[in-house]
């Protein structure tokens, strides 16, 4: 056969390959849009925790503050409940959310299940914060967020920076002198952060509710951590490359897909669900398939990916420590070529911690390591449901059974 016959030929499937691939390219595309079409034609679930407030028929303020270091944070308030009507003088409950999460995941359940509403009822003037760098808080008076710049800070910094400016603020705004604070897994640390560097602001807690503590992390369960520890939770090039940049940004096409994928009647809405508990643990008992679509329209929320590099290095060093950079800059930073530890006892509020058997970010031997390291323990309440895991804190069907009316009868303690 003639050469030039046989360069035809292999031209041709050449071709026949690329029409095939080109074709595939294009049902994929439509198949997509045809998803994104279905999810836009319906009754969208609300992303913003402002407008979810206020569809839900409470009042809602936006308040904005700015950091010490210039960050600028958004704050969403419940000033008052729509059942009481009582617009006095009330109490501060002061909400802070955990990593990839916002203030959304407070109200996220809606009236009578959500925990900002149930203490909006139980008649406290709720503020809930959001941290630096995620849906509500990604701004800085002088640092765009294509700068790398911006996101050179771990959950140290919120600790330290963050929580203190947002409760300042809301008491300032108030007139109170003192807030009942709750916080969700990273929203634990950073309060423990604050704590350990600024032990001044003991004297603006009446007490603390830990839910899911997460300090010690040694014996976390969760797989995704697991794997990625070892190399992630230690100083190396990976991670002086990739330390200060975004971490699971949160954007429109993500949300549309995440929406129309994890409906309740949706084919995928068994792997949605997989997804939440590989982060926390199993837990079908206490997930909602309807709420899906609904935390899809709201997380991840986005973070430093040096939020998640720190938590690697607690579950590898198994201690409660700064954040580590490396024997060659630690002793520049802490003048010690290894991180120091936080300073637990000068967390001397009362300090409540509620945590869940089957929680794979915080194990049960973990927070009890905690509570034998607090000098003001108030309560050990081990989550009376034996599954009871990480995200059933804020998603859990009967969170308000098993968590959230313990939590505001014991405020009331200190009222």
Known sequence: MPSYIRRSSGQAKHNTGRRNKMGRHFICACLL??????????ERPISDCGERIENDGYPMERHTVVTDDSYILTMHRIPYSPKTGFTGQRPVAFLMHGMLSSSSDWVLMGPGKALAYILSDAGYDVWMGNARGNTYSKAHKYWPTFWQLFWNF???EIGIYDVPAMIDYALEVTGESQVQYVGHSQGTTVYLVMMSEKPQ?????KSAHLLGPAA???NMKSPLTRAFAPILGQPNAIVELCGSMEFMPSNKFKQDMGIEMCQATSPYAEMCANEVFLIGGYDSEQLDYELLEHIKATSPAGASVNQNLHFC????SGKF???DYSVLRNPYEYGSYYPPEYKLKNAKAPVLLYYGANDWMC??????KLRDQLPNMALDYLVPFEKWAHLDFIWGTEAKKYVYDEVVSQMSNYE
Not at 33 to 39: D, E, I, R, S
């Open 154 to 156: 771990s959950w140290n």
């Open 33 to 42: 849009l045809g998803m994104l079409a279905l999810a836009l034609a319906g």
């Open 363 to 368: 194990d049960v031997s973990d927070v009890r």
């Open 313 to 316: 290095q607690e579950h590898n």
């Open 201 to 205: 602001y003991n004297d603006k807690i």
């Open 216 to 218: 010690f992390m040694g």
């Open 321 to 323: 420590r700064k954040f």
